[in-house]
């Protein structure tokens, strides 16, 4: 059985790398913070040093880390992949990164005898625990053949195209999840002011022409009051700057996509880096003086158990 490496142990890389446990393969992790990836490592899996020595030891390699600066570290750092031999080695990376700086890190990789996958992923906590979570998928056929066995460990894959195109997906895919996150609170205070109640709102609105996945996995979040901190509006604002970066390199307009971005900084203003992803619509409840929270049994995205370990 092939030998499984996991660099990025955060919520995301974690619950991935569960899911590679889970299928029984053998797993070594790598995270720069020494605290992180308990539960993974409590299950068996070998820590590393760096990402050189994790290559080392494993076939294949998945990435999940913050961002562009981290994902250059791994691969062309001091310690990084490409200090030791990627000959035949697979790099499977989910991370929402830079199509221009990835290109350029695929072809260095490939170049020295390895085989590049990008697969980022959308989606939430809950579905990287389920391991459903989709990954846009580009690369060579013979790079998505030798990486196909983990990805379908890891979630569903709809193949975008070479590689690069992944990221591309997987930015303009945020671009219109950021700018739902930052009007749907809008939408809701709106309702409720008017008379209409958010919950009541919430279940008419479903089905209909203003559905999304921002309406249905994100909105109770709101409604229990906790704004889901398993994705912290410091990470909403990376992912937006690197749409602005795409959007700037290929010269198109973004008159909503710079007011949802206003709206995240505004957000990180009043709350913190750490505060959920939907302090986003927190602004306009409190803006307004009314509250949106609802009474219900709404299950947290870390809450929500993987179908083995029921």
């Known amino acids: 059985m092939k030998k499984i ?19 029984d393969y053998p797993l070594y992790v790598y995270d720069i913070n020494k605290e992180a990836g308990k539960k993974v490592i409590d299950k068996g899996a070998i820590v590393t040093k760096s990402p050189k020595e994790l290559l080392n030891n ?112 997987k930015i303009v895919n945020n671009q219109l999840w950021k700018i739902h996150a930052s009007a749907i609170g809008e939408a809701m205070v709106l309702a409720k002011k008017a008379g209409l109640e958010p919950d009541i709102w919430w279940e008419v609105m479903k089905g209909g022409a203003a559905d999304s996945f921002v309406l249905h996995h994100d909105v109770p ?25 795409l959007i700037k390199e290929n010269n198109t307009r973004s008159e909503l996509t710079n007011a949802a971005h206003k709206r995240f900084k505004e957000a990180k203003d009043r709350y913190g880096n750490e505060a959920g992803e939907m302090t986003v619509c927190k602004l306009i409840e409190e803006d307004a003086d009314i509250n949106l929270q609802v009474k219900g049994d709404w299950i947290a995205p870390w809450e929500v158990k993987h179908p083995k370990d029921n």
């Open 58 to 169: 494993v076939d294949i390699i998945v990435s999940m880390v913050f961002g562009p600066k981290e994902i250059n570290e791994v691969v062309k750092g001091e310690n990084g992949m490409l200090q030791s031999s990627c000959k035949n080695k697979v790099w499977i990376d989910l991370t929402t990164s830079s199509p221009t700086l990835m290109r350029s890190l695929a072809n260095e990789f490939e170049k020295v005898g390895g085989h590049a996958v990008d697969a980022p992923v959308t989606g939430s906590l809950d579905s990287a625990i389920r391991g459903d979570m989709i990954m846009f998928v580009g690369g060579s056929d013979t790079s998505v053949m030798k990486a196909q066995e983990i990805l379908d460990v890891i979630g569903n894959t709809r193949r975008v195209g070479k590689y690069g195109n992944g990221y591309v997906a």
């Open 5 to 23: 490496g996991m660099i990025g142990l955060g919520n995301m890389g974690s619950a991935v790398a569960r899911n590679i446990q889970r299928a």
């Open 221 to 245: 979040s709101i409604f229990a009051g906790h704004y889901d901190p398993s994705f912290r509006v410091e990470l909403a604002l990376k992912d937006l700057d690197l749409i602005q970066e």
